[in-house]
């Protein structure tokens, strides 16, 4: 069956920092991948998306390129604020599978001033 | 545009009792889910619908769990009897056409389930 591995946080960082969080994907096919964020007290929001290989997805300053050949959509960003502080799950939907969102077991990032 | 619309949020029942949780999700989008959030860990479906037909219940706990989607709009899942693992955030989504594998899933803000 499909599935996501993502790195286990907690990640802290110090403002301005480089931000990358890894994820690996397995599927039988061709998953559309996504990136959503929990802020704390708030429900899931999708930060970015990328639906076919070699797709870069990008919102807010964050990034995350769909690597067909090493099955990974890494989320990168480049100076990071105390308000990215949230918890990013990686996510794959795939159309064989009914379209649902299987999910990494999330990333809590903390961005220290 | 109002999003997908969850209650209660907070709910605390003691082990065996029951609790509903109600769902509306944005206004002509098909495809509605729950998922099932444990704390630490990422969100696992419980049930899809599409319309008010069922695509996916293949996780759904069915001994305790129910869920039905009457007209295909607004939705209620129930658990009876609540056990103390079923302690977790129940999450709604919705989505406007499921066809496609790179739609959008929207959530609400979950309501959060304390069994004790």
């Known amino acids: 069956g499909n599935s996501v591995t993502q790195m286990e946080g907690p990640v802290t960082l110090s403002e301005e920092a480089f931000l990358t969080i890894n994820c690996t994907y397995t599927a039988t096919g061709y998953p559309s991948l996504f990136w959503y964020v929990q802020y704390p007290g708030e429900g899931l929001q999708l930060l970015l998306k990328a639906t076919k290989a070699d797709d870069k997805g990008s919102n807010k300053g964050f990034e995350a390129t769909y690597r067909k050949e090493t099955t990974s959509f890494h989320l990168e960003k480049g100076s990071v604020q105390v308000s990215d502080s949230a918890v990013y799950f990686c996510a794959l939907s795939e159309e064989a599978a009914g379209n649902k969102l299987t999910f990494g077991g999330g990333t809590r990032v903390l961005v220290k001033p | 545009e109002a999003g997908v619309a969850q209650s209660p949020r907070y709910k605390i029942i003691e082990k065996r009792q029951s609790v509903a949780f109600w769902c509306n999700p944005i206004?002509?989008?098909?495809?509605l889910y729950w998922y099932q959030q444990i704390l630490g860990q990422g969100p696992k479906l419980l049930i899809q619908f599409q319309n008010n037909g069922v695509v996916d219940d293949s996780q759904l706990p069915k001994d305790r769990f129910s869920a039905e989607r009457l007209k295909g709009v607004d939705s209620t899942l129930k658990i009876q009897p609540a056990k103390l693992e079923d302690s977790a955030v129940y999450l709604c989504?919705?989505?406007?056409?499921?066809?496609?594998?790179?739609?959008?899933?929207?959530f609400g803000e979950g309501s959060w389930l304390t069994v004790v």
């Open positions: 989504a919705s989505s406007l056409f499921s066809a496609f594998s790179g739609n959008t899933i929207y």
């Open positions: 206004s002509g989008h098909a495809t």
